[in-house]
């Protein structure tokens, strides 16, 4: 079993909608969860990162932790063409190494 | 803030020389990097961990004589590709720890073609 599972997707949705991606872990020891967007040939763009569980919003961005079920969210409301690209969870372990998840792409169809 | 910067972009080269990549953090201070290696399609592979003053320590399966990484400032760190091969040609990509530790910022990556 894998440390970090994310619904691998593709994932096709219409533009203005809302999309949900999710990811669950298995090493209760993770203390910081991160998203990470990337566009095809680039480096990965920190879109949130959070410590406790609960919500954190940055704009359409709204990231859930749910330490208690080992369950992280991403929530992206009016999504749009610009959106689609690869979404990387990340746990951070106790030596600052990042596991990712699988990356689940998106599609935001105009 | 919080950009780390990557040169060269791309670069192409013949079997058998080497090849600098550079990774620099502009606006913080990175005590820790880190290389990475990506795939077409599939999830970034870490390399190995470079920490400032000090040799890497690099993952299982990584030859680190063939991938010698050295961080001598706080800023920057450099990895090179010994003796490159064809299956050396891939994207690599550093990041480099937030000052607080909770996180970390990705460079824009380096395709790399060996010839």
């Known amino acids: 079993q894998k440390e970090v599972e994310q619904d691998p997707g593709p994932l096709s949705v219409p533009e203005g909608a809302i999309v949900s991606l999710n990811c669950t872990y298995s090493?209760?020891?993770?203390?910081?969860f991160m998203w990470y967007r990337q566009y095809s040939r680039k480096g990965p763009e920190l879109l949130m990162y959070t410590y406790s569980s609960g919500n954190k919003e940055d704009g359409r961005f709204t990231a859930q932790v749910d330490k208690s079920s080992k369950y992280i969210s991403l929530f992206i409301r009016d999504s749009q063409p610009s959106d689609s690209a690869t979404y990387l969870c990340?746990?951070?372990?106790?030596?600052?190494?990042?596991?990712f998840g699988s990356g689940t792409r998106l599609l935001v169809r105009p | 803030g919080a950009v780390v910067s990557q040169h060269p972009s791309w670069v192409i080269c013949k079997s058998g020389t080497s090849v600098k990549i550079e990774c620099r953090s502009l606006?913080?201070?990175?005590?820790?990097m880190f290389w990475y290696r990506q795939f077409p399609k599939q999830s970034l592979m870490l390399m190995a961990t470079s920490n400032e003053g000090s040799k890497a320590t690099y993952e299982q399966g990584v030859e680190k004589d063939k991938f010698l990484i050295n961080h001598a400032s706080l800023t920057l760190s450099t990895l090179t590709v010994t003796s490159a091969h064809p299956e050396d040609s891939s994207f690599y990509i550093c990041?480099?720890?937030?000052?607080?530790?909770?996180?970390?910022?990705f460079g824009p990556g380096t395709r790399l073609l060996v010839l």
């Open positions: 990041s480099a720890k937030s000052p607080g530790g909770e996180t970390q910022y």
């Open positions: 606006d913080f201070q990175a005590t820790t």
């Open positions: 090493n209760s020891a993770f203390q910081y």
């Open positions: 990340a746990m951070m372990d106790s030596s600052y190494k990042l596991i």
